[in-house]
C-alpha cells in the first residue's frame, strides 16, 4: 500500500536557522507530491506542489522542496526560518493508482524568536 | 464560490446523536473528499467523490459514517450515534480532476467536531 512517513514529529528552530524536514514514500508508479502547511487556527494551505519536470520546486514564503526519486523522498527546506513560520508541515502524495490524495503524519514547526 | 466552505465551523453534540456536517466545494471541481483529523495525528482520509458517485468509501471507519453528494456540489458525511471517538476536525477538498491527473487540491477550514 502506497505511504507517506515524516521522520521528524517536533522540530523547534531559532529564527534564521536552516530548516530540512524530511518526507519519504513508499509507491514505485507515478506520484505527485506536495506540501501543505497548516498554521495556528486556520485551515490548510498549498506550500508548493511537484507534478514533473524539474526535481527542484519552489513555493510560497521562501520554501523549495527536491524530488529525489531513487530515495523515493521529497524533503522540504527553507534556507533561514522566521517566527511566523510557526505551524504543521504536512506531505502529501496521489496518483492515479491511489485514487486519493495519502498524508504524512506531519511535523510540528516551532520558531523561537 | 472562491474556496471550499464547511458548516458549521464548530459542533458540540451529545454522544448518542446523529450529525451532518457540510461540504461546498469550489464550483466546477468534480472531485470532492472528506478527510478526518484527530487531535495530534495527520490526516485520515474518508471518502472520495467523483462527480455524485463515490469510487472510494474504504476510509469511512465504521456503518455510522455515511457521505452523500447530490448535484456535482454539496456533500454532507453523516455520523450516526456519535461516540467520543468521532471527536476530530473534519475537513472537506475538492479539485478539479481525479487523482494523478495533475490537478491541485483546495481545502476548506474544517468542522471542528466535539462529542461530549
Known amino acids: 500500500a502506497q505511504s507517506v512517513s515524516q521522520h521528524n514529529h517536533h522540530v523547534i528552530l531559532s529564527e534564521a536557522a536552516s530548516l530540512e524536514l524530511g518526507c519519504n514514500y513508499s509507491?514505485?508508479?507515478?506520484?505527485?507530491l506536495f506540501w501543505y502547511v497548516q498554521y495556528p487556527g486556520q485551515h490548510l494551505q498549498l506550500l508548493l506542489k511537484?507534478?514533473?519536470?524539474?526535481?527542484l520546486v519552489k513555493g510560497i514564503k521562501g520554501f523549495e522542496a527536491e524530488f529525489i526519486k531513487s530515495k523515493f523522498s521529497f524533503n522540504l527546506r527553507k534556507p533561514s526560518v522566521q517566527w511566523s513560520d510557526t505551524a504543521e508541515y504536512f506531505c502529501?502524495?496521489?496518483?492515479?493508482?491511489?485514487?486519493?490524495?495519502?498524508f504524512g503524519q506531519g511535523t510540528t514547526l516551532q520558531v523561537k524568536p | 464560490g472562491a474556496g471550499v466552505s464547511q458548516s458549521p465551523s464548530n459542533k458540540v453534540t451529545e454522544k448518542g446523536k446523529d450529525v451532518e456536517l457540510r461540504c461546498d466545494p469550489i464550483?466546477?471541481?468534480?472531485?470532492l473528499y472528506w478527510y478526518r483529523q484527530r487531535l495530534g495525528q495527520g490526516l485520515e482520509f474518508l471518502i472520495y467523490?467523483?462527480?455524485?458517485?463515490?469510487?472510494?468509501k474504504s476510509g469511512l471507519p465504521s456503518d455510522r459514517f455515511s457521505a452523500e453528494r447530490t448535484g456535482e456540489s454539496v456533500s454532507t458525511l453523516t455520523i450516526q450515534r456519535t461516540q467520543q471517538e468521532d471527536s476530530a476536525v473534519y475537513l472537506c477538498?475538492?479539485?478539479?480532476?481525479?487523482?494523478?491527473?495533475?490537478?491541485?487540491?483546495?481545502f476548506g477550514s474544517g468542522t471542528r467536531l466535539t462529542v461530549v
Open positions: 467523490f467523483q462527480g455524485n458517485s463515490a469510487p472510494d
Open positions: 509507491y514505485g508508479g507515478t506520484v505527485n
Open positions: 511537484y507534478f514533473s519536470g524539474d526535481p
Open positions: 477538498a475538492s479539485s478539479l480532476g481525479a487523482p494523478g491527473m495533475n490537478y491541485g487540491y483546495t
Open positions: 502529501a502524495l496521489d496518483s492515479s493508482n491511489t485514487g486519493k490524495l495519502i
Open positions: 464550483s466546477g471541481h468534480t472531485a
